[in-house]
């Protein structure tokens, strides 16, 4: 890791888990946006933005933090940031929706589609590409 605010530099090891696409390529082969947006996230299906528009029972999580949302989001998303996924019940009350979640650019949003698998125990979707695709498409 490279901390840019003081020039320190730190390096971490990351556990390679079974049955990963990213955790099985050679150290040489990983590129750094890949291992962010992909490792071990696997199992988190991705929802293209042009296919929002089709679906009628689903609800829209934002997944940034509170100013970026306040900022600009798509019509009708609630706002739970990632910093407060972890603290935050969600009990049954999406319990027959299809939960969408998206960040700025598609990150964060999968490590927040992770977390509310986990603590819900259904699909959660991650929109592919977040918020700026979702600008790039246009599609609500």
Known sequence: LFNALNLDTKKISIP???????CAQSNDSIIL????????????????PHKLKELLNC?????????????????????????TLSEREFAQTFENLTIIVYC???VRSLRAAKIL????????????GGYEAWLLNRVL
């Not at 829209?60 to 706002?79: C, F, S, T």
């Open 59 to 83: 609800v829209l999580i934002d997944v940034r933090e509170l100013e970026e949302y306040q900022n600009a989001h798509i019509a009708d998303a609630l706002n739970f940031p990632l910093s």
């Open 104 to 106: 700025q650019k598609g």
């Open 117 to 128: 698998k986990n603590k819900i125990g259904k699909t959660i979707y991650s929109l592919e």
């Open 33 to 48: 946006p890949e291992v962010l947006a992909l490792t071990c996230t696997s199992d988190i299906p991705l929802m293209q």
């Open 16 to 22: 390679k888990k079974q049955n990963c696409s990213v």
